[in-house]
């Protein structure tokens, strides 16, 4: 008897959090339920469910979460997930030194680091790795696994599927730290986190 997913097969689908890229790393593959006649790889939803379970469980336990993406289309999903959960988004570049320059302004020290993709977040993740900093990360197929603690498989180009993604994670991360009883109690929509 398989556990039921957070949220039905359907929302998954809908979101496109299925889709991967026509690449596909060794470490990835683990994740990916077939790869379609066109060479496109689509993940295991079964597997990506678990795996936000797997990450939302980490993430609770940190005081001082940071969330970092360039990409343009995740910055409403990382902002809100932020406000949600009390942790620090960074939308947009990523200055270097904001992890290891204690003399920069915006220095933080966060205890965990979220990226939405550590290709394109590269820099967030070479200066967690340099402070010892654990790094969770969503990852698409084509994404290598190296220097990271934590791997989300999942579509991380889709706006719908980052909205998806960060929607469920803060609502599960609030689950996990008693501030909600049932899911239902979740406030938030999809549309909050730009998934609209």
């Known amino acids: 008897m398989t556990e039921e997913m957070l949220v039905k097969k359907t929302e998954y689908l809908t979101a496109g959090m299925h889709i991967g890229m026509k690449s596909c790393t060794p470490y990835m593959r683990q ?116 220097d990271l603690d934590l791997c989300i498989p999942a579509n991380n180009n889709g706006r719908k599927s980052i909205a998806l993604m960060f929607w469920l994670m803060a609502r599960e991360i609030l689950k996990k730290r008693g501030e909600l009883k049932k899911g239902s109690e979740f406030e938030y929509t999809l549309n909050d986190f730009g998934g609209e």
């Open 31 to 146: 994740f990916v339920y077939k790869i379609r006649d066109d060479g496109l790889a689509v993940f295991n939803l079964q597997k990506v469910d678990q795996r936000i379970r797997v990450a939302t469980e980490f993430l609770s336990r940190f005081g001082k979460i940071m969330v970092v993406s360039r990409k343009d289309n995740a910055a409403k999903a990382i902002e809100t997930f932020s406000e949600v959960v009390g942790a620090k988004a960074i939308a947009g570049r990523f200055s270097p030194g904001t992890l290891t320059n204690p003399s920069y302004r915006e220095f933080y020290e966060p205890d965990v680091v979220l990226v939405v993709d550590p290709l394109v977040d590269e820099q967030a993740v070479k200066e967690a790795r340099k402070r010892r900093v654990p790094i969770v990360a969503l990852c698409d197929t084509f994404n290598i696994s190296e």
